[in-house]
């Protein structure tokens, strides 16, 4: 049994719990602390995963965009499109890709930690 006192592995490496994985759904998208900034966690087909929440483009958060089946993250203001996993833009009007971070999901926790 691990000690409840001590700080979690993934704390310990680097990472920072930011949300429980019941609150984000398959196929969903949400906007979580992050340092002193956001990242917009997605839910890919039961793989979690986070980028930087705003777009390249303008700024907009990108949670409140649509995370597709094809595994891209659209924007809600221009339609710009991001490969959720690797940050590349795979559609315009934006040309910069977004920032990717490593996640782990521990006992029910999801955490993230360096952006890749």
Do not use: K
């Not at 700080?7 to 490496?13: M, R």
């Not at 907009?60 to 203001?77: K, R, V």
């Not at 499109?81 to 890709?97: I, L, N, T």
Request: charged share 20%; glycine share 12%; net charge negative.
């Amino acid at each position: 049994m691990r000690d409840s006192s001590a700080p979690s592995p993934a704390a310990v490496a680097g990472f920072e719990r930011v949300a429980r994985a019941t609150d984000l759904p398959e196929g969903t998208l949400l906007s979580a602390s992050y340092g002193r900034g956001r990242v917009c966690l997605f839910n890919q087909a039961g793989q979690i995963g986070a980028t930087a929440d705003l777009c390249t483009h303008q700024a907009f958060p990108m949670a409140d965009g649509t995370l597709a089946a094809d595994g891209t993250i659209e924007c809600a203001w221009h339609g710009a499109r991001f490969d959720c996993r690797s940050g590349e833009v795979r559609q315009g009007p934006a040309d910069e890709p977004l920032a990717v971070y490593d996640v782990r999901v521990q006992d029910g926790d999801i955490w993230v930690g360096p952006r890749r």
